[in-house]
């Protein structure tokens, strides 16, 4: 009896095991590789992805159809812990050990630019966001006249923040007297460049701006900056700072009696988790938005409104809604299309697809070619928000400024802090 249970129990699994062979080869898989800092500082850039992708799970559970082929879809997530280095280490082993097809990735330079660099290296398509154009271009060496061969961009650029800051200010009463916050890495390098950054246009409208240097993200003491700013009778304070950093600075300012009229922040003012972190502090921040609920784009994959995605995400996540789900949702609109139309999954056809890329998606038209300001970049568009306090959420982002933007409604005017 025993031996007779044995044989069967061998055969039965000798069974499932040959059942299951046609089963999980049945279809080639297609891997898409997806890079963001889901730990260290800047993890709220990365917060969302994860529901994102469960999402783009359910849409591709069909698979996708590459040259006339049919393949089930895998998404591999790595975290680039906001550190350079590992960003660079993980874009190597999804492309050298897991062989993906093609490469997404997004949340700031110090993540999307090694990822980028790796795929050019390996002559791999990669498709990034949540960089401005100028850190992600010109941070990586990019010659205007040849642009790059694998590496593509979706975002906005420094002139457009710049517009939508400086928009903002005009409409309310200022000295122009401006208090730069320029780090020490690819986003605030970048924007204190005096050729490329805020110093040159602020200039030109007539903004005096005081510039104290770089400092290190992770500082504990802003004196010397909140000193300057006192000095020369600073009303505006301005830069893109990490979120703790823009705590320190905002309450040491209060303790030492520094209490400018509007502060205008990129990066750090972007999450409702950092503005409820500051208490009363974060309201009448204001920061740019480059998606929110009120966008008027809907998704290509999905059908969903950017004012329905944030709600699902809202219900599904059980979290206030964020910028970059649009964006996470997007580079996967645009990978699908691409691969849609590519040729096959060699290297060479999926760039070339991604090159032609003519596509609406849920944070606004995506093309590259001659639409941008260089043929590797797409520009999306931006507008002016400002923190208040809410109603259903502790704070809410209110668009106050569209004047760069007019199809984005706004929800209220700038009001001084």
Request: charged share 20%; proline share 6%.
């Amino acid at each position: 009896m025993s031996l007779s249970r044995r044989t069967f129990v061998q055969s039965t699994a000798a069974i499932a095991a040959t059942a299951a062979i046609p089963r999980a080869f049945a279809a080639d898989t297609l891997k898409i590789g997806y890079v963001s800092p889901q730990t260290g500082p800047l993890a709220p850039f990365g917060e969302a992805d994860k529901w994102v992708i469960d999402q783009m799970k359910a849409a591709f559970k069909d698979g996708l159809t590459v040259g006339g082929k049919k393949y089930d879809v895998q998404i591999l997530l790595k975290d680039s812990q906001s550190n350079p280095n590992r960003a660079g280490e993980v874009a190597n082993d999804l492309i050298l050990k897991d062989k993906v097809a093609l490469v997404l990735t997004a949340g700031t330079p110090e993540t999307a630019n090694p990822v980028s660099d790796a795929c050019e290296l390996n002559e791999v398509p990669c498709i990034s966001s949540v960089v401005p154009w100028q850190p992600w271009f010109f941070g990586r060496k990019g010659d205007p006249a040849k642009g790059f061969a694998y590496t593509y961009h979706l975002f906005w650029g420094l002139e457009d923040v710049i517009g939508n800051f400086t928009n903002g200010w005009k409409s309310v009463s200022t000295n122009k007297k401006v208090g730069g916050l320029f780090p020490n890495d690819g986003d605030g390098n970048a924007w204190g460049d005096k050729e490329l950054g805020f110093p040159k246009p602020l200039a030109g409208m007539g903004y005096s701006l005081t510039d104290p240097g770089r400092f290190q993200n992770g500082t504990q003491d802003f004196s010397a900056q909140i000193a300057a700013f006192k000095r020369d009778g600073v009303e505006i304070v301005t830069g893109v700072v990490i979120p703790p950093d823009a705590k320190t600075f905002l309450t040491q300012a209060r303790q030492q009696g520094f209490k400018p009229k509007v502060v205008t922040l990129g990066k750090a003012l972007l999450f409702p988790g950092a503005i409820e972190a500051l208490g009363d502090l974060g309201h009448g921040l204001t920061t740019e938005v480059w998606w929110s609920p009120s966008h008027p784009f809907t998704s290509s994959l999905t059908k969903q409104s950017a004012k329905a995605l944030a709600e699902a995400y809202e219900t599904g996540a059980k979290k206030q809604w964020t910028q970059p789900i649009g964006f996470a949702h997007a580079l996967f609109e645009v990978a699908a299309d691409a691969l849609k139309r590519a040729k096959s999954l060699k290297a060479g056809d999926v760039r070339d697809a991604v090159a032609a890329t003519t596509i609406s998606t849920v944070v606004g038209p995506v093309k590259w070619g001659g639409a941008g300001p260089m043929k590797n970049v797409s520009k999306t568009p931006l507008v002016l928000g400002q923190w208040v306090k809410g109603t259903k959420n502790k704070v809410d982002l209110v668009i106050v400024n569209n004047e760069a933007a007019p199809n984005i409604p706004t929800g209220g005017t700038l009001k001084l802090i």
